[in-house]
């Protein structure tokens, strides 16, 4: 009976594990009208020193950040935009943190960082607005995150 057991759990965890590799890749960005939204977060432990002093991010385990790029459409091309980035992480605790992105401009790039703390495992409801330069349309970004040590 006992071997019944396990072989069901082992048949179950393996469908389950196929579920997920097929799942469709999730895209890091949201569309608007005019504008797409691209974000990425991850370890701050990943930078290299040396990425981490030209940015002035603080390398640890227990943090993340959050990079966040405006591109504008210009007919079939995509150019970067200055802009604004606002917002707040929760966990599944309700434990809000404040981000506070600032803006880099590296050539003809234009990144929004952010800087938050967190704990392995925590899953993360990132709640953004973002506006583009001279624009007034507030672009609301929402995705979660499930946040790996690495």
């Not at 890749?25 to 002093?53: G, I, K, M, W």
Request: charged share 25%; no cysteine.
């Amino acid at each position: 009976m006992e071997r019944m057991r396990n072989l069901l759990v082992i048949t179950w965890f393996g469908a389950l594990a196929l579920l997920v590799a097929a799942a469709p890749v999730q895209a890091n960005e949201v569309e608007f009208d005019r504008y797409v939204v691209h974000y990425t977060v991850l370890s701050t432990h990943l930078l290299s020193p040396d990425v981490a002093r030209a940015y002035d991010l603080h390398r640890s385990r227990s943090r993340a950040l959050v990079n966040v790029v405006i591109m504008k459409r210009d007919g079939e091309e995509m150019q970067p935009v200055p802009g604004t980035v606002s917002g707040q992480a929760v966990n599944l605790n309700r434990q809000v943190r404040h981000l506070r992105f600032r803006e880099v401009r590296d050539g003809d790039s234009v990144y929004h960082l952010a800087e938050v703390r967190v704990r392995p495992g925590e899953v993360l409801d990132f709640n953004l607005q973002v506006t583009a330069a001279n624009d007034d349309e507030v672009m609301p970004v929402n995705f979660q995150k499930v946040i790996y040590r690495y």
